[in-house]
């Protein structure tokens, strides 16, 4: 079944273009990422793997890319490409929180969740691009790819900044975002006062279609 089609969407700001990953974007994820697979040979891969340390350490590289260009080929990754007069210049992965096992292994981040409830796990904007409103289009098209697919909630898992609430995130530790990111957007948090990790939700009301 092909997937929903979610409208571009546009920033002013940046001149900009979003829409949702296509089974042939692979070349375009590759001219994104670059060599060092975003960062660190991850791939888009993290929260995929069950577990880390050894089993994350082997994978970290070229098996992780064929693995990740095997899921786009195959329609199974979910996410959203920014574009630049053309040029891909962000991306952010969105899915249904089952797709994340590693989730589920990071005691800060549990929740109450069910197959209906979808999760941001990741951001990565390329350099020269950041703190430009590539972060905030692109979660923006994610919330629409997942109303779309069915989703009624949609968490996300935003750094808290280090010192005070106004302290910069260096962008290397800041790829799940950050908290102002997703209350913009009306994220609300649930984390447990004193939690180490911040979890924020939005509840997502069904797209109306018309009859007839």
Known sequence: MPKPRVRSSESRRTRLSVRPLRSDDWPVIEALFGDKG??????????????GGRMWEERKGDRNRRDFERLVGAGKVTGCLAFAAGEPVGWCC??????????????????EWNEQTWSVVCFYIRAGWRNQGVASALLKSAIAVARKHGARTLEGYPVKPYGTPESRIPAAFAWTGVPRLFEKQ?????????NSREVVVKRLRRTATRAG
């Open 94 to 111: 969105v899915g249904p929180r089952g797709d994340f096992p590693r989730l589920g292994r990071v005691k800060a981040l549990q929740t």
């Open 186 to 194: 009306r994220f609300v948090s649930v984390s447990v006062p004193g």
């Open 38 to 51: 975003a960062c660190g040979g991850c791939w888009c891969m993290y929260w995929r793997i069950p577990r």
